[in-house]
C-alpha cells in the first residue's frame, strides 16, 4: 500500500514545487524576498552546478549534490518530482486522450551520449550554447517570463484600470517588459515541441536531449532503490509498460530500465498483481541493451571533467524634449553591457543558463533577454537594455536572485563604484547641437554627474567622465535624441571600479562673521 502511495505523493510533490518554481518567475510584485528565491531554485540541477563551477558555493552544500546523492539512493526521482518541466510534460501526458497508451521501446543511447558529449565539449570549450538550450529548469523559465508574465501583467493591468472606474485603487499596474521576437519564437517553438514529444512519446525529451536526465541515467543505474519486476507474480497483463511514459517497461522480458526511468512511480499504483516492487536492488540491472564498460568509463571520466576540472523600485518619469531634427549617427556597440556583479563578458556567459530570473526581478525593467548578443557562445543570453529603464543606482536585486553564480552579489558600496560601462557622446546627434535646444536630460539623470552641462555660446552642452561613470545608463534612457542616442554606454569586457567624483568643501564663514543674507 505504501508503495502504491508513492505516485500520489509524488504528484502533490511536483505539484506544489512547480507552483512555487512558477511564482518565482511570475511574482510581477516582487513578494518573494531573495533568500526565498534561493531556497525554491535551491535543488534546480544545471543552476547549483554552475554556481559551484563560479565559486559561488561550497561544492558539498549544494542543491546539485543532494540532487546526485537523492539519485544514488532512489533513482531519477528528481525528473518526476523536483523538475518543473517535467511535471508540465506529465500534465501534457495527462491531457493526452486516455485510448493511446505507451508501450515499451529501445533506448536512444547514442543519441543521449552524443547530445551530452557534445554539451560538455562546447562548454569546455567555453561556452553555454547547449545547457542555456537544453537545460530543462533554464527552458522552463523563459516559457514563463517571457509567454506566461506578459499575460499576467495584462490581466493585472486591466483588472486595475476596471477597478480605478470603480473608484478602487488598491491594485496597482505593473510595466511590462518589451521581448525581441526572435527570442518569444525560439521560446514558444520550444514548448510546442515539448508538448508535441510529450504527448506523442512521454518522457522522450529527458531521455534523449536533456543532459540532466543524461547525467542522472548514468548515475542511477547504481542507485540502492529502484523498481523491479517479478516474473513470479507478474500475469503479463502489460499495464504497467502501457502506463510507463519513459517507455522502459519490458512486460515479455520482465526489465526495466533503471537509466530511463524517471521515478514516477505510476507502474506501482496501476499493477494489479503487486509484480513490481521499490526496494534494495544490488548491483547493476540487466537490461537489454547495457552500457559498455569502456563507454561507461569514458562517460564517469567526462562528467569528472565537467564538475572538477573548471573552477521594488519606481522608475522617474523622463519630461523630453520635443524632437523635430533626426540625427544620422548610429549608435554601435563594440561589447554588449553585463549586469552588475557579472565580473566580465567571459565569466557571465561561462556561467549563465538564460533562466531569465534576473530579468523577471530587475525593478528597473533594464535586463532583457537577446538573441545572440554576444555572439555563437551566448543564444538567449540576457543584457542591459536602456529601452525601457535603466540600472538603479543602489540596486543589488540581479545578485542576490542569480542561481547559476553568472552574477555575484555586491553590497550597496560595491555597487556604486562597480563599473559596467563608460559613457559615451556623439555631440553631432544632440539635439542641443541639431536643434539649439535646452535639454540637459542626461547630467539630471546621471547619479554620479559623469555628464555635467557646460555653457556653449549661450546653450548648455554635455561634457562627460568616463571614468567616474558606473555604466547604469540613466543618460542613455533619458537621451531624447531621435533616432539614434546621443549619449550611450559602452560595456566593459571586464568590469572595473569606478573613481569616486571629486566633492567640493563648502566653506564655513568665520564666527566674526555677519550671516550671509
Same mark, same amino acid.
Given at each position: 500500500m505504501?508503495? #502504491?502511495n508513492?505516485s500520489?505523493i509524488?504528484?502533490?510533490?511536483?505539484?506544489?514545487?512547480?507552483?512555487l518554481?512558477?511564482? +518565482?518567475?511570475l @511574482?510581477i510584485?516582487?513578494l518573494?524576498?531573495?533568500?526565498?528565491?534561493?531556497a525554491i531554485?535551491y535543488?534546480q540541477f544545471?543552476p547549483s552546478l554552475m554556481?559551484?563551477?563560479?565559486?559561488?558555493?561550497s561544492?558539498?552544500?549544494?542543491?546539485?549534490? =543532494?540532487?546526485l546523492?537523492?539519485?544514488?539512493?532512489?533513482?531519477?526521482v528528481?525528473?518526476s518530482?523536483?523538475?518543473p518541466?517535467?511535471?508540465i510534460?506529465?500534465?501534457m501526458?495527462?491531457?493526452r486522450?486516455r485510448k493511446?497508451?505507451?508501450s515499451?521501446?529501445?533506448?536512444?543511447?547514442?543519441?543521449?551520449?552524443?547530445?551530452l558529449?557534445i554539451?560538455?565539449?562546447?562548454?569546455l570549450s567555453?561556452s553555454l550554447?547547449?545547457i542555456d538550450?537544453?537545460?530543462?529548469?533554464s527552458?522552463f523559465?523563459?516559457?514563463?517570463?517571457?509567454?506566461v508574465?506578459?499575460?499576467?501583467i495584462?490581466?493585472n493591468?486591466g483588472?486595475?484600470?476596471?477597478?480605478?472606474?470603480a473608484?478602487?485603487y488598491?491594485?496597482s499596474?505593473?510595466?511590462?517588459?518589451r521581448?525581441?521576437?526572435y527570442?518569444v519564437?525560439?521560446?514558444?517553438?520550444?514548448?510546442?515541441?515539448?508538448?508535441?514529444l510529450?504527448?506523442?512519446r512521454? #518522457?522522450?525529451y529527458?531521455?534523449?536531449l536533456?543532459p540532466?536526465?543524461t547525467i542522472l541515467?548514468?548515475?542511477?543505474?547504481?542507485?540502492?532503490?529502484?523498481?523491479? =519486476?517479478s516474473k513470479k507474480t507478474?500475469?503479463?497483463c502489460?499495464m504497467c509498460?502501457?502506463?510507463c511514459?519513459?517507455e522502459c517497461i @519490458?512486460?515479455e522480458?520482465?526489465?526495466?530500465d533503471?537509466s530511463?526511468?524517471?521515478?514516477?512511480?505510476?507502474?506501482?499504483a496501476?499493477?494489479?498483481a503487486d509484480?513490481?516492487?521499490?526496494s534494495?536492488q544490488r548491483?547493476?540491472?540487466?537490461?537489454?541493451?547495457?552500457?559498455?564498460?569502456a563507454d561507461r568509463?569514458?562517460?564517469?571520466r567526462?562528467?569528472?571533467?565537467?564538475?572538477?576540472?573548471?573552477?521594488?523600485t519606481?522608475?522617474?518619469?523622463v519630461?523630453?524634449p520635443?524632437?523635430f531634427?533626426?540625427?544620422?549617427i548610429p549608435?554601435?556597440? /563594440?561589447?554588449?553591457?553585463?549586469?552588475?556583479?557579472?565580473?566580465s563578458i567571459?565569466?557571465?556567459?561561462g556561467?549563465?543558463t538564460a533562466?531569465y530570473?534576473?530579468?523577471?526581478?530587475c525593478?528597473?525593467?533594464?535586463?532583457?533577454p537577446?538573441?545572440a548578443?554576444?555572439?555563437? +557562445?551566448g543564444?538567449?543570453?540576457p543584457?542591459?537594455?536602456n529601452r525601457?529603464?535603466?540600472?538603479n543606482?543602489?540596486?543589488t536585486v540581479c545578485?542576490?536572485?542569480?542561481?547559476?553564480?553568472a552574477i555575484?552579489?555586491?553590497?550597496?558600496?560595491?555597487? /556604486?563604484?562597480a563599473? $559596467?560601462g563608460?559613457?559615451?557622446f556623439?555631440?553631432?546627434?544632440?539635439?542641443?547641437?541639431?536643434?539649439?535646444t535646452e535639454?540637459?536630460?542626461?547630467?539630471?539623470?546621471c547619479?554620479t554627474?559623469?555628464v555635467?552641462?557646460?555653457v556653449e555660446n549661450g546653450?548648455?552642452?554635455?561634457v +562627460?567622465n568616463?571614468?567616474?561613470c558606473v555604466g547604469?545608463g540613466?543618460?542613455?534612457?533619458a537621451?531624447?535624441?531621435?533616432p539614434?542616442?546621443?549619449i550611450y554606454?559602452?560595456?566593459?569586457?571586464v568590469h572595473?571600479v569606478a573613481?569616486?567624483p /571629486?566633492?567640493?568643501k $563648502?566653506k564655513a564663514?568665520?564666527a @566674526?562673521?555677519?550671516?550671509p543674507?
Amino acid at each position: 500500500m505504501v508503495h #502504491r502511495n508513492l505516485s500520489r505523493i509524488r504528484r502533490w510533490i511536483s505539484a506544489i514545487l512547480l507552483v512555487l518554481v512558477a511564482f +518565482v518567475f511570475l @511574482d510581477i510584485y516582487g513578494l518573494i524576498p531573495a533568500w526565498g528565491l534561493r531556497a525554491i531554485v535551491y535543488v534546480q540541477f544545471i543552476p547549483s552546478l554552475m554556481k559551484t563551477l563560479a565559486g559561488g558555493t561550497s561544492g558539498l552544500f549544494t542543491g546539485f549534490v =543532494l540532487v546526485l546523492v537523492l539519485t544514488v539512493l532512489f533513482g531519477r526521482v528528481y525528473c518526476s518530482f523536483l523538475c518543473p518541466l517535467g511535471t508540465i510534460m506529465d500534465l501534457m501526458i495527462r491531457a493526452r486522450a486516455r485510448k493511446k497508451r505507451f508501450s515499451h521501446t529501445r533506448p536512444f543511447r547514442w543519441l543521449r551520449y552524443v547530445v551530452l558529449m557534445i554539451t560538455v565539449v562546447v562548454f569546455l570549450s567555453g561556452s553555454l550554447v547547449f545547457i542555456d538550450l537544453l537545460d530543462p529548469y533554464s527552458i522552463f523559465g523563459r516559457v514563463m517570463a517571457t509567454l506566461v508574465r506578459p499575460l499576467i501583467i495584462l490581466l493585472n493591468n486591466g483588472l486595475s484600470r476596471l477597478l480605478e472606474t470603480a473608484g478602487f485603487y488598491g491594485l496597482s499596474p505593473v510595466a511590462q517588459l518589451r521581448f525581441s521576437f526572435y527570442v518569444v519564437a525560439v521560446v514558444a517553438g520550444y514548448l510546442l515541441m515539448i508538448i508535441w514529444l510529450s504527448i506523442k512519446r512521454g #518522457r522522450l525529451y529527458c531521455n534523449t536531449l536533456c543532459p540532466v536526465g543524461t547525467i542522472l541515467g548514468i548515475v542511477s543505474r547504481l542507485s540502492v532503490f529502484r523498481l523491479a =519486476l517479478s516474473k513470479k507474480t507478474c500475469t503479463s497483463c502489460g499495464m504497467c509498460e502501457r502506463n510507463c511514459k519513459a517507455e522502459c517497461i @519490458d512486460v515479455e522480458n520482465g526489465a526495466i530500465d533503471s537509466s530511463r526511468c524517471v521515478g514516477c512511480f505510476n507502474c506501482l499504483a496501476v499493477c494489479p498483481a503487486d509484480s513490481i516492487d521499490f526496494s534494495m536492488q544490488r548491483g547493476i540491472e540487466n537490461s537489454e541493451n547495457p552500457i559498455p564498460d569502456a563507454d561507461r568509463r569514458n562517460v564517469i571520466r567526462m562528467m569528472f571533467l565537467l564538475i572538477a576540472g573548471f573552477p521594488g523600485t519606481l522608475m522617474a518619469q523622463v519630461k523630453r524634449p520635443l524632437v523635430f531634427v533626426k540625427n544620422k549617427i548610429p549608435v554601435v556597440r /563594440k561589447h554588449p553591457v553585463t549586469p552588475p556583479g557579472s565580473i566580465s563578458i567571459a565569466h557571465f556567459t561561462g556561467a549563465c543558463t538564460a533562466c531569465y530570473l534576473c530579468v523577471t526581478r530587475c525593478p528597473g525593467k533594464v535586463i532583457e533577454p537577446g538573441m545572440a548578443v554576444y555572439g555563437k +557562445v551566448g543564444v538567449l543570453m540576457p543584457h542591459l537594455s536602456n529601452r525601457q529603464g535603466y540600472c538603479n543606482f543602489q540596486c543589488t536585486v540581479c545578485g542576490e536572485v542569480c542561481p547559476t553564480g553568472a552574477i555575484l552579489p555586491l553590497t550597496r558600496e560595491e555597487k /556604486k563604484q562597480a563599473q $559596467i560601462g563608460r559613457v559615451h557622446f556623439i555631440r553631432e546627434n544632440c539635439i542641443v547641437i541639431t536643434q539649439k535646444t535646452e535639454c540637459g536630460a542626461c547630467s539630471e539623470h546621471c547619479p554620479t554627474k559623469a555628464v555635467n552641462m557646460v555653457v556653449e555660446n549661450g546653450l548648455r552642452v554635455p561634457v +562627460v567622465n568616463p571614468d567616474i561613470c558606473v555604466g547604469c545608463g540613466a543618460c542613455e534612457y533619458a537621451c531624447p535624441s531621435l533616432p539614434h542616442k546621443s549619449i550611450y554606454v559602452e560595456g566593459n569586457p571586464v568590469h572595473g571600479v569606478a573613481m569616486k567624483p /571629486k566633492t567640493e568643501k $563648502i566653506k564655513a564663514p568665520a564666527a @566674526d562673521e555677519d550671516f550671509p543674507f
